[in-house]
């Protein structure tokens, strides 16, 4: 039992990361579900392009 | 049609919230609440939808830290950066006292995935600390 199911690699670790925290974060700064759904919608792929293209920059660091 | 359903109950779930005055007492005993279960506070006062949401986003963080084999600080601990850790953790509140009966699970943080896991229980330790704020202001009438 070293990785839950949900988070088999660092990847998919990342995805219920970006997800929960999306959810947690409009329910605390947003009013009425439109507005929480566009700003979950928003908020994760925020997280998304921002780890990967972290990532991209530091790609060349890592050799 | 069912999204409009859910629309009303959010909107009919605010608004009893917001029938009620709220007192410093009540904002406080809201607080304890969020922070000992994560989610009860908001329950207290009436926010189904919120203290649902709270718990599955704080327990489900918290648990797959800890099941990444993620370290959960413990007090008094030498070195800052544990301490700082330490207060993280403590703001999952009962979650991060049952963490505690899981000893099977030894931190690995020598691994990625054991320190993603480190991450995650602080960040669910941090979103309820966040949860506890705003179960005050709604109970203290601060915040509708």
């Known amino acids: 039992m070293t990785v839950l199911a949900v988070a088999r690699n660092h990847f998919q670790a990342m995805l219920v990361f970006a997800f929960v925290v999306s959810v947690a974060f409009a329910f605390l700064t947003k009013r009425g579900l439109s507005e929480r759904a566009r700003y979950v919608l928003w908020a994760f792929l925020a997280f998304l392009l921002v780890a990967i293209g972290l990532g991209w920059v530091m790609y060349p660091f890592s050799r | ?144």
């Not at chain 2, 304890?32 to 963080?61: D, E, K, N, Q």
């Not at chain 2, 850790?85 to 403590?90: L, V």
């Open chain 2, 1 to 144: 049609m069912k999204g409009a359903v859910v629309s009303e109950s959010l909107r009919a779930e605010e608004s009893e919230g917001d029938q009620a005055t709220g007192t410093l007492a009540r904002g406080v005993s809201a607080a304890i609440g969020a922070w000992v279960v994560p989610g009860f506070g908001h329950l207290m006062l009436r926010r189904w939808t919120s203290a649902a949401v709270y718990f599955v986003c704080v327990g489900g963080l918290a648990f797959t830290g800890l099941f990444m084999r993620g370290a959960v600080f413990g007090p008094g601990a030498p070195d800052m950066f544990d301490r700082l850790g330490f207060f993280a953790d403590i703001g999952a509140g009962g979650f991060y006292f049952l963490a505690q009966l899981f000893h099977g699970i030894v931190p690995d943080i020598a691994h990625a995935s054991g320190d993603y896991g480190t991450r995650m229980f602080a960040t669910a330790g941090i979103l309820n600390l966040l949860t506890v704020l705003e179960a005050f202001e709604i109970g203290s009438g601060r915040r509708t």
